[in-house]
């Protein structure tokens, strides 16, 4: 490295779970590197250890104080290399990077990408939904009113909607999707990319429900949720009543059935528990 020149600013993604899916040129830009600039040191060292990469690792996340960009940046200006890692997957998709990367090219360095693995994407490839157009919403907001909110300024756009949601939200956000797409609208949710248990499962809103409401592991891991634009539909237009409530009585006791169906549907839960008897019988 010359040292009369800047460094440049390389932006390096990580495997996402399966440590296979580290690219060649991802090891050998971390290896040459003078320093890795990453969100959790320790969690990144693990990663490092596998590859036998040994470099000084930097704290570094957008909303940190203005010194450790600062750090990386007169590193840069010193002509040294550096590397930004996020903890999983393509650095600022979710993830921290842009502020720093907005700073690098302000003050004229390089920054390069070393493309790789990013969970968005990956989940995309696979849904079976239109991926022509598409938009990248990432995650939603933590609160159901909020959540709803965001989902109402997307109803009528046409484009697949890809978003990233917490495991233990991932019920309500669901629940909530219903509740302004209608459950006849086709959604594929992404579980756990790469790694042991993972699970992909694709159908309207109110199948999925039914999928992870009647099982607990799909309420585990990290998910990605992709959503049909607004006119990816079933050929019918609402959510049939008897072929929901059958596929929910295949899992579930009648009153239960009948309860989650009320829900999905906003019809009448003793109505609901009528046609389960019925069905049962």
């Known amino acids: 490295m010359n ?6 600013l390389y932006i390096v ?6 440590l296979g899916d580290m690219v060649p040129r991802a ?9 890795i600039a990453c969100e959790d040191t320790r969690h990144s060292k693990k990663l490092l250890d596998h590859f036998r990469i040994d470099k000084p690792l930097v704290a570094y996340h957008d909303h940190s104080d203005k010194t450790s960009s600062y750090k990386i940046l007169k590193r840069l200006a010193s002509g040294q290399d550096i590397a930004l ?10 993830d921290p990077g842009y502020r720093l990367v907005l700073a690098a090219r302000e003050q004229g360095f390089a920054v390069v990408p070393i493309p790789g693995a990013c969970a968005a994407i990956a989940a995309l490839s696979v849904a079976g939904l239109p991926t022509d157009k598409f938009r990248f919403i990432g995650f939603l907001p933590a609160k159901s009113s909020q959540r709803i909110k965001s989902f109402e300024q997307l109803k009528g756009v046409d484009e697949t909607m890809v978003f990233y949601e917490a495991p233990h939200r991932i019920l309500e956000c669901l629940k909530d999707a219903i509740a302004v797409f209608g459950g006849a609208h086709i959604g594929f949710i992404a579980r756990e990319i790469t790694k042991t248990f993972e699970t992909y499962l694709y159908g309207t809103l109110a199948e999925l429900l039914v999928k992870v409401e009647t099982d607990s592991n799909q309420q585990r891991g990290e998910i990605v949720l992709v959503l049909g634009a607004s006119e990816i539909t079933t050929t019918a237009t609402s ?3 008897e072929r929901l409530l059958r596929l929910l009585l295949t899992e579930l006791p ?3 059935a009948a309860a989650l169906a009320a829900k999905i549907t906003g019809g009448d839960k003793k109505q609901f528990y009528q046609m389960a008897l019925a069905q049962k019988g």
Request: glycine letters at 8%; aromatic letters at 0%.
């Open 239 to 241: 959510v049939d009543d």
């Open 85 to 94: 890692i996020s903890d999983a997957g393509t650095p600022l998709i979710s």
């Open 254 to 256: 009648a009153a239960k």
């Open 3 to 8: 040292s009369n020149q800047s460094g440049t």
């Open 13 to 18: 993604a990580t495997p996402i779970g399966n």
């Open 27 to 35: 090891i050998e830009t971390l290896q040459s590197v003078s320093a």
